[in-house]
């Protein structure tokens, strides 16, 4: 059986697959686990080279390269590739995050030697052809033009920008940005892509063996080339006080709030203490506190979140919601109060218990498909953290006491120094959120500066 | 080739110990279970065969609100009780609207299946409606409206469906509502609704995953064998209104920046011989990089950004949708043939063997990635039930989808695309300066 929950004073220890692990000559880590509930085969490599590593000014650069990867490599065109592809009824797929960038597939398990083959030639041997480039840009160009059409791209994007400024996690991808990238850019980026940087973990109905030999046949021979990349240092710039930002949207009958301000990154001591609280806040859906008084008592909206996010160096935590002109201040005030009393007052232990049992319960739910193991796998493993980590982080979570919760939020909540973004109609709601502080204005087609 | 026939016929021929059963409880709620034991995973939906179709003139958007309603409390649980309790034994729940059906789902930790079937049994028949909580919904109601119509395409879309179905069609109205008619829907009016559609007969508790059948039928023996059944229900609408006799061009504008064009043309319920034809020819038309449509439009032409074609599927008249999205320097004229001579091949030429040997292994793969989760599981079988007419559909779509041959998919693309029947939408950006216009009008004529 894959998953099962053996209780130790209370607090499961989760199973995961048993993983084979090694390291190849070429400095690729592999790690395969056999899972036989149906004819399938799941993998995903991680490359530790990701958007944030583009310099300033060429932003959409790694976007463009995980675009370009399928299309032509030494043996194959662009559409000879996706032929292949399709003719399996599987999926490849390049896609390139602010961290690392991840080449994932999904086959019957009687093609997992065309994924693999299919997969080495995409990191190995990707051409970039010259017609494949110039389309690829003329779509990007055209397609970057649509972001603002979604009032929660507008304000993220802003609110990005605020809380990160001119770094490559806070600027966009924009017209000029795309002008600016050549394809030698592409074919320089795709340098890092390497076996020294990069982590493979497969999952699916095969043979140990098999794919151990299916793995070095495809992938033996892949070889890093020159220094690997020197990701650039990270400094945090402090908000000082209410950094609030209006974006007109003259059409909308809806204002977008959206908040940002500094949480932890993702390893740190408190993340458990954090994420239980940020449950109770509004990460918890129709469980948490901003839904219950926005939505649930206030009828001010259709939906209200909170979320903290971290990553290797930094984390953010962030609130948002969408709510009909007339009530943009005082929803912003309600949930502007709930952060006061989560400051004020901290969780009750009714709450805790109550977030540590969804938690914990909800476990196996993350893990039915073996893409989703494999993608929790390498997340866990870019932080630093291993397999075990991850088997008895319930373990963890559950030992956070009702103290440890509330000092966190008193440490790592704010609600003086953020940043405020509203996207709006700015004739029926300008007026409105002037008492909110003072704000500086942009359109929202406008690039975000 | 032969180890794809294999496992084909190891699901159609149900040598899978996962198969799907049924049972009927003597009020008349009929309960399928799809056992799956590889993780400690169940997912619970209740799926009653009541949608935005049941509404009449007045009380449009009542299906749906009333679908928020059933999270608000009833005899021995508060209002959201429900919801909460779901999340702390670690699972989610949610609940969707649609013309046809209003489906209630958890997914949660198997060993909670119990404190789920006890929640759905409660709101079965004891839900406690409320004037307070009734105007808060009706609000939060108007957000999603409000969301939705943000959306400057999914506004349209709203308008390009309305024109396909006649005013006096069932699915004239889409469930989201009428707001000036949501206002004036009063406890008295969901109280209604819940006592002429919410009852055992007219349910179906599908459940799917580590669940032990006899063990799943003595809890559900225990839940929902009192509640009583409503005695009565309501005639189903006609949905045999016909829809779109004739061919209708809407020009409009919108805050998009780029022009999109929508065309539809109306085929058959989920249920009739064609619909598996019409899927392996969406499958054809655009499942994947090398589908015709994206081939087409978006490399070949460089028209597009991008392009599809699929079925809305119904229980009544649905609509096979083209869409694209497209460069401002294209004209609509130019998508709009360049759709329908994909369309026209289609209908003189058929499709190739390679192209239906692709379209059946996407589908078979399709079906062993769903096999992974429960919820998925249950979607597809209560889909199949209610919308097909047979929960054992689950099973027989492959079957039914191999079977279909080349002549299928050039007869229904005769049958079902013509011009006269189709409703056409092109959408415009409104912003364009004029210097833009001209610098696009001089490049579409290279083009």
Redesign the interface.
Known sequence: ?????IVIAQAPIIDYPEFETYTMPNGLKVMIAEHH????VFFNMMIEVGSMDVPVGKEGLAGIMSELVPKGTNDHT??EI??L??????GLNASTGLEYTTVSG???A?DLQFGLNMMAELVQHATFPEKEFK?TM??NK??I??WY???SSVASAHGDYLLLGETPMGRMTTEETLKSITIDDVKNFYKNIRPDIATLVLIGDFETSVAKTLIESSLGGWASKGKPLNRAAFAYEDINGLKFRFVDNP????ATIYMLQWGIPRIHEDRYAVKLANYIFGG????SRLM?VV????????GVRSWASSRMNYGAFGIST???NPEVYNTYQLIMSELNRLRQEGVTAEELR?AK?????????S????GAIAGSVLSALYYGFTIEDLETSLVKLNAVTLDEVNAAIQNHYDEKNRVLVIVGNGEEIRELIQPIGSFDEAFY?DDVH | MK??LF?SLLIITGIFADEPTHFVLDNGLKVIVMEK?????AAVQVWYDVGSHDEWDGIRGTAHLFEHMM?RGTENYE??EH??LI??????NNAFTSDDVTVYHE???AG?LELALKLEAERMHLLRLNEDIL??????V???Y??R?????GKLFLKFRGQMYPDNHPYAVTPIGIMDQLDTVSVKTCQAFYDMFYGPENATLVIAGDVDLNNTKVLVEKYFGSVRPLGTLPENPDLSVPIQTAKVVLNEKS????PVTLMGFPVPGSAHDDVAALDVLSYILS?????RLN?IL??EK?LA?GAGGFPMSMKGPGIFIYFS?Y??QVSSATIEKAIMDIVQDVRENGVSETEL??AR??????K??E????NSLASSLGNAELIMGDYREFNKEIERFNAVTADDVQRVANAYFTEEKMTIMHIQPENLSFLKKCMFWVAGLFM
């Not at chain 1, 509930?37 to 399938?40: D, I, K, R, S, Y």
């Not at chain 1, 592809?85 to 599987?90: E, K, L, S, V, Y």
């Not at chain 2, 105007?135 to 939060?140: D, F, G, H, I, L």
């Not at chain 2, 292994?361 to 399709?366: E, P, R, S």
């Open positions: 059986m894959l998953f099962s929950g509930e149906n004819p399938a662009a559409d996706s032929e592809i399709d003719a399996t009824g599987g999904r086959f019957l009687e389309l003329k779509q055209e397609g033009k649509t059409s979604d009032p059409e909308l009958e809806q918890g859906a129709f469980s219950e939505r649930g008592e206030g009828g001010k909206t259709y969408s709510t009909r109550k049992s969804f938690y914990t319960g909800s476990q196996p739910l893990l039915e498909s073996p087609k | 180890k794809i496992i034991h590889s993780i400690p995973v999270f209002s959201e919801a909460r999340n702390e034994a670690g699972g989610y997914r949660l930790p909670k105007a808060t919904e009706r609000e939060v108007h957000e999603e409000r969301q119509n943000a959306n400057p395409i805050s998009f920046d780029l499942n994947g990089q090398s589908s081939q978006v490399r460089q950004l999205f460069f401002p040997s692709k292994k996407q589908m078979l793969a399709g062993v990635f096999r992974y989760s429960a």
